[in-house]
């Protein structure tokens, strides 16, 4: 199929057979596993995947490629949802599923968020995404690029990067470079917080101003005073916290 990448879905089309034979390979598909692909475009993994699995369901929201996947694979083998992944109901399943896919780059972060809202569902995921994207959610604290998203992510998955992806495995070439890697949800939680909601909001609200002090951005939420109960010093800022850190505090609120 010849087809035109939409800027407004933000396709890009893997084709480095290497690259693909190495993803599969990290996925390792077993024949009856309930595998969700996000995003299948031109199927550059769908194939692949199929020859291994019993039936696949694939989200897109492309009508044009949705038409081109009904012309080319077979009903028994695929179900296709045409419909925006942020949308989807992912509680409709009876057993836990397994979420892979090239995630469109411009709504990534919303899609990682959404997974945890279904985290109960999930066995694990496989992403591809902006390397940029992928060296936040491993961050380690007191590095540059640990965030909102490495703590929230970091709290809920145990994240392993699996294969770095240069621009010149995809068509057309992105202005980045790309990463593949594996999120499974903890059995066990590392650290446990009381309140979900409230370890969130404190978490947002740490990040929200990177330069100030957790004294200054937390000031509504816990005093000083309270930082020295717990044993955090309040001079330090959000990037210096770790997820027990958080916890921690959101815990002494509760």
Known sequence: MKHIAKKKFGQNFLKDASIIYAIIQSINPHIDDLIIEIGPGLGALTKPLLENINHLLAIELDRDIVSWMEN???????????????????????????IV???PYNISTPILFKCIENISKIKDLHFMLQKEVVDRMIARPSSPEYGRLSVMLQYYFAMEHLVHVPKESFEPQPKVESSFVRLIPYEHYPFIANNIEQFGKIVKDAFSQRRKTIRNTLKSSISENDFQKIGINPQLRAENLSVSDFVKISNYLD
């Open 101 to 103: 896919g090239n995630l």
């Open 72 to 98: 080319e694979y077979s009903k028994k083998n695929i179900t296709i949802f045409n419909e925006d992944v942020l949308n989807f109901n992912f509680n409709q399943f009876d057993k836990k599923i397994r």
